[in-house]
């Protein structure tokens, strides 16, 4: 069973920066594709930023410039860097990984943004 761990979510002053990783139990880790979505409060799931096995990045339009997907083979996680933070980026950010068909989720890791 594929396991996904979020972390790195807190409490960050509007235009700070925050990087969350998400740790995944998965053997084949490097060929998988995976990737973030957000949900802020009393709003329904939004994607937020994929990355390809190969290193290909996705991101939708409204984080261009400010979200950096990443991954680490050898330590089987997956970065999402968050810039210049605003309001509208408090949300619980969930991390997926896609496998056989099947997409697999992690539990959430929450940013909230002061400002």
Known sequence: ???????????????????LACVVSERAFSIRDMGWY??????????VAAIRSGGDT???????????????????TMYLQIDNLQAEDTATYYCFLERGGRDFWGKGTLVTVLS
């Open 58 to 76: 996705l991101y939708e339009d409204s984080v261009k410039g400010r979200f950096t997907i990443s991954r680490d083979n050898a330590k089987n």
């Open 38 to 47: 957000r949900q802020a409060p009393g709003k329904g799931r939004e994607f």
């Open 1 to 19: 069973q594929v396991q996904l761990v979020e972390s790195g979510g807190g409490l960050v002053q509007a235009g700070g920066s925050v990087r």
